[in-house]
């Protein structure tokens, strides 16, 4: 997992995107004084969901589900954020009702919001970078929380991570992956690296990928490109923050799209390839201009919607 683009590795590439070029709201603009309420009452939420994790971990699997997809799904609400959700997972449950294998979720990266946002829909354990696990209080948290963690520097860790990753899904773990690496600012994506696609094959497990849109409310600028929501390059989070609860009707999209079975593909760099498809349309790279991405998510969009 990445919140934020650090150097590049080979699991954590950088992205071009930057704050000055990306990360501008073109919409309407909330006033000062309700923009602080919506920061503060986002802020508690988040400090609420981190403070009550230990004592989430202790309740069964179902109901500890079912509390994190309400805490997740109240926090964009909570920042100002409307949210459409399309598409439902269906039950992982294998013939005769054993367990199955776990789930790889993959999914787009343009903002801190995407992590609640895919919490909501399919709660799982985060890949995050080895470093979080080393901060004092939110490392043991997030490690309480499941939090699979990697070095992502080091590419003799590759094969370690992958083991981990596979381990989890054999458990019948969901494990919730931003296989691009970095954020980017919706008019474009990264590459899907193919490394924790190999730990699907492994683990035989399926991949679920999920596209994550934003947009804003301006009149005469349609499309997924809200920068508002961008967070990228090395943008501030406090900056980050001011500038979604400033943007007056910002609104994510989720789409929870079809899995795709990992035996099924001929090798993690097909499958990743697969994924990246779903998610950012056939032959997406970098840099692909907002216009192809409009028409793509117009041509995508399950029927089934369901607003938070």
Known sequence: MST?????????????CTPGGCARHTGAVRAALPAVLRLLTGCALVLLGVACTPSAALLPAAARERLIRSWAAAVPRAFGVRVTVRGRPGSRRAAGGSAAPGELVVANHISWLDIPLVASVLPGRMLA???????????????????????????????????????????GSRVVVFPEGSTWCGRGGGVFRPAVFQAAIEAGAAVRPVRIVYRSAAPHRPGPAAGAAAFVGDDPLAASLWRVVRAAGLTAEVDVLAPIPAERENGRRALARRAQAAVLGPGEGPRRSGQTAVARDRANRPAASVHH
């Open 4 to 16: 934020h683009p650090g150097p590049p590795s080979p699991w954590l590439p950088a992205a071009p």
């Open 129 to 171: 970078k080895s470093e979080i696990g080393r901060w004092p209080v939110l490392g043991p948290l997030a490690a309480r929380g499941g939090t699979l963690f990697i070095e992502r520097d080091r590419l003799r860790a590759l094969p370690t991570a992958v083991r981990t990753v596979a381990g989890a899904l054999r458990s």
